[in-house]
């Protein structure tokens, strides 16, 4: 599994943001996919996790309602829609997989990794 997100940008709080994250590997098949995002002194905290079929998905508390996790096994991408943007959702989002079908919320559980992108939220 090779995972590149995209997406990341400056915005302004209210706004909305599309992150992407493309799998060129060959194992995105079967994989509960997530997201987690990591602030500068903070812990590495999960924001969402969808599985396989795409039919059921998992939030964190500080996002619910407000970001949306989807993906297109067609094309080995996940996708998170970030609407309402709030300064404190400034941070680096990384896209992560877990291979098989149980849920995890923990980071420390997925076992692929992509490289991160900036998401940026001014006031």
């Known amino acids: 599994v090779q995972l590149q997100a995209s997406g990341g940008g400056l915005v302004q709080a209210g706004d909305s943001l599309r992150l992407s994250c493309a799998d060129s590997g060959r194992t995105f098949s079967g994989n509960v996919m997530g997201w987690f995002r990591q602030a500068p002194g903070k812990e590495r905290e999960f924001v969402a996790a969808?599985?396989?079929?795409?039919?059921?998905?998992h939030y964190g508390d500080s996002v619910e309602g407000r970001f949306t996790i989807s993906r297109d096994n067609a094309k080995s991408t996940v996708y998170l829609q970030m609407n309402r943007l709030e300064p404190e959702d400034t941070a680096v989002y990384y896209c992560a997989a877990r291979r098989g079908t149980s849920y995890a919320f923990q980071w420390t559980l997925y076992h692929y990794w992509g490289q991160g992108t900036q998401v940026t939220v001014s006031s």
């Open positions: 969808i599985n396989w079929s795409g039919d059921v998905s």
